[in-house]
T-cell receptor, first 115, second 113 residues
Framework: GEDVEQSLFLSVREGDSSVINCTYTDSSSTYLYWYKQEPGAGLQLLTYIFSNMDMKQDQRLTVLLNKKDKHLSLRIADTQTGDSAIYFCAESSRILTGGGNKLTFGTGTQLKVEL | DTAVSQTPKYLVTQMGNDKSIKCEQNLGHDTMYWYKQDSKKFLKIMFS???????INETVPNRFSPKSPDKAHLNLHINSLELGDSAVYFC????????????FGPGTRLTVT
């Protein structure tokens, strides 16, 4: 079955870059995602990448995908205190009948940004 | 202009009770989901509905019954609540042709005492 792993914690200083890593096992993964969860809030879709891409950039966010190693990373440039949250990696491979995707989430990485 | 909303936000109840959580989306999406997040923040899909039809049912006890009265609503009814049901339940939705973009509600924190 699908399995998605992340390290549990990451601490960085404000202004530095953060790199959050994720590994997955399902070689048929079609889409890979990064979600952000702030304390007491729901999940916010930050970005996603198709499996036929190596990189995607969106403002301060850069996603790198190494499909051979099944490794996904999220780089946040110029990390701010407002970036402190839990970041979830997710993958989907099943295209459901009628549409929609089944997401398998990683364990989440707690990012702490220190002054 | 909330996209995906859930009620209630917090729910505290005793073991053995029956409770419901409601979800509504105003995005015009036709697929809706329920996810469970446990105390360790682990998220797992429970159900998915497309056009009011159940398309995913992940090894969830039959005490949990989703109901979709229309495309914009997916409610979760839980019978005979157990301590292990304590979690945060998230509703999400997506458009069929863009199923890779799922939008989540704010969550309902259920505490069973």
């Amino acid at each position: 079955g699908e399995d998605v792993e992340q390290s549990l914690f990451l601490s960085v200083r404000e202004g530095d870059s953060s790199v959050i890593n994720c590994t997955y096992t399902d070689s048929s993964s079609t889409y890979l995602y990064w979600y952000k969860q702030e304390p007491g809030a729901g999940l916010q879709l930050l970005t996603y990448i198709f499996s036929n891409m190596d990189m995607k950039q969106d403002q301060r966010l850069t996603v790198l995908l190494n499909k051979k190693d099944k490794h996904l990373s999220l780089r946040i440039a110029d990390t701010q205190t407002g970036d402190s949250a839990i970041y979830f990696c997710a993958e989907s491979s099943r295209i459901l009948t009628g549409g929609g995707n089944k997401l398998t989430f990683g364990t989440g990485t707690q990012l702490k940004v220190e002054l | 202009d909330t996209a995906v909303s859930q009620t209630p936000k917090y729910l505290v109840t005793q073991m053995g009770n029956d409770k419901s959580i409601k979800c509504e989306q105003n995005l015009g999406h036709d697929t809706m989901y329920w996810y469970k997040q446990d105390s360790k923040k682990f998220l797992k899909i429970m159900f998915s509905y497309n056009n009011k039809e159940l398309i995913i049912n992940e090894t969830v006890p039959n005490r949990f019954s989703p109901k979709s009265p229309d495309k914009a609503h997916l409610n979760l009814h839980i019978n005979s609540l157990e301590l292990g049901d304590s979690a945060v339940y998230f509703c999400a939705s997506s458009q069929a042709l863009r199923g890779y973009e799922q939008y989540f509600g704010p969550g309902t924190r259920l505490t069973v005492t």
